[in-house]
């Protein structure tokens, strides 16, 4: 099962998107563009899923995912997150300080073997 929650740019929405990218394009990473903008990191909000998985008859869930902010956030609304299932991850020129923000401000967990060097 995949559920789609239409939450550009970590909850900020589409414009606010493009407007941290022209941020980042100036300096700033991911999230410092997400702050000077006047949000949090992170804004998403999964409320949504627990209705949608019980109705289905889903009762708990592996998550893919390297973001234990998204474990957390899930449980706290009440979905029983059986598994995390990490994501292979390709580091290159273009998303290697991506990557970095992502782990040290965000504490993505990125496991050596899964985020290796890409030419």
Do not use: W
């Amino acid at each position: 099962m995949l559920l789609y929650l239409r939450q550009e740019g970590r909850g900020i929405g589409l414009l606010n998107k493009i407007k941290a990218y022209h941020l980042q394009d100036q300096g700033a990473d991911t999230v410092e563009a997400n702050e000077q903008l006047g949000f949090a990191a992170d804004m998403r909000d999964y409320s949504i899923c627990l209705p949608m998985l019980k109705h289905l008859g889903i009762n708990a869930v592996r998550l893919m995912t390297n973001n234990p902010r998204k474990v957390k956030a899930l449980e706290a609304a009440g979905v029983t997150v059986a598994e995390r299932v990490s994501l292979q991850v390709g580091k290159n020129f273009h998303n290697e300080g991506y990557l970095q923000t992502k782990m040290g401000k965000l504490g993505h967990m990125m496991q050596d073997e899964h985020f290796r060097d890409q030419e």
